[in-house]
């Protein structure tokens, strides 16, 4: 046995095996399929970079380090579940895959304008930290978003630059419209007795276009780091009207919260070692 083969033979055996049932081998598909979608890939820096260099191929190997895909073992086993797929192809090796018709990548502004308008935000989402993990509450959500809407096709949870969940969920629809019609079902304010109210176990969901939240959070960011008063110097060098040096208090310190990209797709080692910079939301990212 080579070495190569050794890598691969202990990478693939890393996980305990799983039954594929018909419900699992689906949501396995639907996972990968999902990563080269044109929901997902577009604006995945990490599968578009490893696609470019190997010349649209994705090792399946490094799809199985996704944090979604972790579970699906043996790798075998998925292989043979992606083959089935109408949207990517395997190669004859089984070792890579990548879509069927590519996409196009050209858009540029265009396409991540496009992907936020068809985005809304979900504020003070409920979450005991005691009780569930971040990967339950996903799932949890999903479920419960998916009963509600069938064109809602991905679910983010934002965390800070410290990976803790502050109530804030990114839910991306098919279509703007799609999501306009959402937003103008529930009910973002109790004042508004016309719309739906949505509530996720017992606690009231606020809901917010991309947009709103954006300005919602730039003006927070503004009002607690712009200081009070105009800054000005007087003749003996001082400064007037500068506000006390101060330890933020724990409400700015969530108001300065950094918006992550989604780092789904992205094996360990790649999260590890992304720069700071790149962690800013634009959104994003995502």
């Not at 995945?44 to 979604?68: Q, S, Y």
């Not at 993990?133 to 069938?150: A, R, V």
């Not at 939240?213 to 105009?230: H, I, V």
């Amino acid at each position: 046995m080579s070495d190569t083969e050794a890598v691969q033979t202990t990478r693939r055996n890393s996980f305990v095996p799983i039954e594929f049932t018909e419900d699992i081998s689906k949501q396995c598909l639907k996972q990968v399929e999902f990563y080269f979608s044109e929901f997902n890939f577009p604006y995945d820096r990490f599968l578009r970079t490893t696609a470019e260099k190997n010349d649209g191929w994705v090792p399946i190997g490094t799809i199985a380090t996704f944090n979604r895909m972790k579970k699906f073992r043996p790798i075998e086993k998925v292989v043979e579940i992606l083959r089935e797929s109408k949207i990517i192809q395997v190669s004859e090796d089984g070792e890579n895959v990548k879509r069927i018709v590519p996409l196009d990548l050209t858009k540029g502004k265009e396409s991540r304008i496009e992907k936020e308008n068809r985005t809304l935000v979900i504020m003070e989402v409920p979450f005991d930290h005691e009780r569930l993990t971040i990967g339950q509450l996903q799932e949890n959500l999903e479920s419960f978003f998916h009963k509600i809407n069938d064109n809602i096709v991905q679910i983010r949870l934002k965390r800070d630059n410290r990976k803790r969940f502050h109530g804030k969920v990114f839910v991306e629809f098919n279509s703007a419209e799609s999501a306009n019609d959402f937003l103008a079902t529930y009910c973002d304010s109790e004042d508004d007795q016309s719309k739906e109210i949505l509530s996720f176990e017992g606690k009231k969901l606020n809901v917010f276009s991309k947009k709103q939240y954006d300005l919602q959070r730039e003006a927070t960011r503004s009002k607690n780091f712009s200081g009070s008063g105009q800054r000005s110097r007087s003749f003996t060098g001082h400064r007037k009207n500068m506000p006390k040096l101060t330890p933020p208090t724990a409400e700015e310190q969530e108001s300065a919260i950094v918006d992550e990209e989604d780092e789904e797709s992205k094996p360990k080692e790649e999260k590890d070692s992304k720069p700071t910079e790149e962690k800013v939301e634009e959104e994003k990212k995502d």
